[in-house]
C-alpha cells in the first residue's frame, strides 16, 4: 500500500483515484475548485463527469494542498494541461527534494513551447517527473473496461514502482525511457482530433478519417524524432493508440469540437457547447510553432491553425491538403530501381 496524492479532480483524476483506491492505495483527491470538493465529497460521485460510478471510502478529498503534498509516495498530476504551471507553482512549498511526480495530463503550453514534465521539471526542485499516457478515456477506466497506457521515466526503478502502483486486472502497464515522445504524441494527437472531427462534420467517410490519422501520426513522428522521440513510440499506446480513440471516440471532447466546427461553427461556440477545456486548440498553436522552430512540415497542423485562428473555411482547409504537390508515403525509404 502507498500513499497517493492525485492533483485535479476531474474526469480523469477521479477514474485514476478509483482505480488506484481499488489498487489498495490510501489515495488523496485535490482539488482547487471548493464546489468539486463539496460535490464530492456530498454525493461521493463525480456527478457531472462520471456520473453512477461512486468514490471507495479509501479516497480523501480536499482544498488542501499541504496535506495532498506531504509525505506522499507518489504525487498525479491530472489538472487540464493550462493549470499545470499554476498547480506546481502552488504546490512547490509542500514537495520534498526527489518527490516522484507523474503528470497525466496532455498538452503543450503554447506561450513557451515546454512539455507539461518540462514545466515540472522547473517549478518542483528536483523531482523524479514521469508521465503516464496512451488510450484511456477516464468514462471506460472508471467502469473497469480494460486499458493499457505507458508510463515513461528518466530511470527504471521510477518507471516500475509507478507501473506496479498503477497496474491492475483491468488497467495494464507498459514502460518506456522515452518521456519526450509520450508527451508529443499524446498532446499533438488531440489537433489531429480536431481535424477527423471536422472530416466527420463535414460529412466525409471513414476513409478520410484513417487518412488524417494515418499521415497526421506520420507528421507527429516527423516532429517528435527531431524533438529526441523515438519512432517506436509513436506506433506505440501513446502515439498510434491514443490517436486512435480520440479520433474515433464519442467521448472525445477534441473530436467533438471539431464535428462543430465541420457543421459551420467558430472555434469559440465550439468550444462554449463542448463546456470543458478543448485541450487541442492550444495544442494546435504550440505544434505549428514547434514544426516551424524545427522546420518539419506540419500540413494537418497548419490548416487547422489556419481554421481555428484565421477562420479559413474547413472545406476548404480540406481541399488544399488534397490537392498539395505530389509526395512520396516515406521519403526515407529507397528504391530498389
Ligand atoms: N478525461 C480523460 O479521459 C483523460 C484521459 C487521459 C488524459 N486526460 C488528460 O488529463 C487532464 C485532465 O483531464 P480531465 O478530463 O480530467 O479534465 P476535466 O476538465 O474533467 O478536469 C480538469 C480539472 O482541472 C482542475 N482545475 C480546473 N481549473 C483549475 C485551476 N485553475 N487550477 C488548478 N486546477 C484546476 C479541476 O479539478 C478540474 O476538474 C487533461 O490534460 C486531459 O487531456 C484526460
Not at 454525493?43 to 496535506?67: F, M, S, W, Y
Request: aromatic letters at 6%; proline letters at 3%; one cysteine or more.
Amino acid at each position: 500500500m502507498n500513499k497517493v496524492s492525485i492533483l485535479g479532480a476531474g474526469s480523469w483524476g477521479t477514474a485514476l483515484a478509483i482505480l488506484l483506491a481499488n489498487n489498495g492505495h490510501e489515495v488523496t483527491l485535490w482539488s482547487i475548485l471548493e464546489a468539486e470538493v463539496e460535490m464530492l465529497n456530498t454525493h461521493r460521485e463525480q456527478i457531472d463527469k462520471l456520473p453512477g460510478v461512486k468514490l471507495p471510502a479509501n479516497i480523501t478529498i480536499t482544498t488542501d494542498l499541504e496535506v495532498s503534498c506531504k509525505d506522499k509516495d507518489l504525487i498525479v498530476f491530472a489538472v487540464a494541461s493550462p493549470y499545470v504551471r499554476s498547480t506546481a507553482k502552488l504546490a512547490v512549498p509542500f514537495i520534498k527534494e526527489n518527490q516522484i511526480v507523474v503528470n497525466v495530463a496532455k498538452g503543450i503550453e503554447d506561450s513557451t513551447l515546454d512539455t507539461l514534465s518540462d514545466i515540472l521539471n522547473e517549478e518542483l526542485n528536483n523531482a523524479d517527473v514521469a508521465v503516464l499516457s496512451g488510450p484511456s478515456h477516464a468514462e471506460e477506466v472508471s467502469h473497469g473496461i480494460p486499458t493499457t497506457v505507458v508510463v515513461g521515466a528518466q530511470s527504471k526503478a521510477t518507471a516500475y514502482f509507478i507501473q506496479d502502483i498503477f497496474m491492475s486486472e483491468k488497467f495494464r502497464v507498459y514502460t518506456s525511457p522515452d518521456i519526450i515522445g509520450i508527451e508529443l504524441g499524446g498532446s499533438i494527437k488531440n489537433v489531429i482530433a480536431l481535424a477527423a472531427g471536422i472530416a466527420d462534420g463535414l460529412g466525409f467517410g471513414d476513409n478520410t478519417k484513417a487518412a488524417l490519422m494515418t499521415r497526421g501520426i506520420a507528421e507527429i513522428s516527423r516532429l517528435g524524432i527531431a524533438m529526441g522521440g523515438k519512432i517506436e513510440t509513436f506506433a506505440g499506446l501513446s502515439g498510434v493508440g491514443d490517436l486512435i480513440v480520440t479520433c474515433t471516440s464519442k467521448h472525445s471532447r477534441n473530436r467533438t469540437a471539431g464535428y462543430l466546427i465541420g457543421k459551420g461553427y467558430t472555434m469559440n461556440e465550439a468550444m462554449d457547447e463542448v463546456k470543458q477545456i478543448v485541450e487541442g486548440v492550444y495544442s494546435a498553436k504550440a505544434a505549428y510553432a514547434l514544426a516551424k522552430k524545427h522546420d518539419i512540415p506540419m500540413p494537418i497542423v497548419e490548416q487547422i491553425n489556419l481554421v481555428l485562428f484565421e477562420n479559413k473555411p474547413a472545406k476548404e482547409a480540406v481541399d488544399d491538403l488534397l490537392t498539395r504537390d505530389k509526395r512520396r508515403e516515406y521519403s526515407d525509404l529507397k528504391w530498389n530501381k
